[in-house]
């Protein structure tokens, strides 16, 4: 990315192939988005081009069965993992920037009052992870893909129930306003990457899964547990930029 004018290699590339209304949506929408990310992490531990150097291309989403596949091996369901992905969304505030949660309905069968991501199991029509996490957003959440530009991808993760999840971070417009599907969402709410990438605030905490004890990562947030899975991309991204330190 040019550190001066915002833009991508690949929209600098294809500039002059653009027609006047691409043209137009990068430097009226694409490129201010971007400004507002910049200027909510500076001073923090996520940079904006510490942030991106951090995450994987969104041309070359990274292979693999999961970074903690091997702490699961005795306890995954047999046969292969079932796709799906999530959108870790990163709001740009002039308090500093905030990460999009939900609180999952009580009566979902599966994962009932807990806090995610928005997303879900990957469809056969869709092109790729980010369209699915971006069709799975739209739906929870009524994000449009028009309010949200995808950055890169964490490293999958793989889920106790069987899901190969790929973690895509994106930048979501200030300005969107969430309108929960009242069939799976109860409340969205934001929480400061900041608290997120703070060591201090993630705990390791024991649970009972089918009478064994297992070690589960949990942040402290008031009013809401964001635990397990969540807890877990949200590390695997303060992981991958430490590494960069």
């Not at 915002?6 to 009226?28: C, G, K, N, P, Y």
Request: aromatic share 6%.
């Amino acid at each position: 990315m040019c550190g001066g004018c915002l833009r991508t290699l690949d929209e600098i590339a294809r500039w002059r192939d653009m027609s006047r209304h691409q043209q137009d949506e990068v430097m009226q929408r694409t490129l201010p988005l971007r400004e507002q990310l910049r200027q909510s992490l500076r001073g923090t531990r996520a940079e904006h081009e510490r942030l991106l150097r951090a995450l994987h291309p969104l041309d070359r989403p990274p292979a693999g069965d999961g970074w903690n596949r091997s702490e699961l091996d005795d306890l995954l369901p047999p046969g292969p993992p079932v796709e799906a992905a999530v959108l870790a969304g990163i709001i740009p505030r002039e308090g500093g920037a905030q990460i999009l949660l939900t609180r999952r309905t009580d009566t979902l069968r599966h994962h009932g009052g807990q806090v995610g991501f928005p997303g879900g199991r990957m469809e056969p029509d869709d092109r790729d992870a980010v369209a699915a996490a971006l069709r799975e957003s739209d739906e929870e959440v009524a994000l449009k893909p028009h309010q949200v530009q995808a950055l890169g991808y964490l490293d999958p993760f793989v889920t106790i129930t069987g899901y190969r999840v790929m973690p895509v971070v994106a930048v979501i417009d200030p300005a969107f306003v969430a309108v929960p599907e009242p069939g799976e969402v109860a409340e969205v709410f934001e929480v400061p990457l900041a608290y997120l990438m703070d060591p201090a605030n993630l705990h390791q905490v024991e649970i009972d899964h089918r009478g064994r004890i297992r070690h589960v990562l949990e942040y402290g947030w008031p009013g809401q547990r964001i635990w397990g899975a969540t807890a877990a991309i949200l590390y695997n991204l303060r992981r991958r930029l430490e590494q960069l330190e």
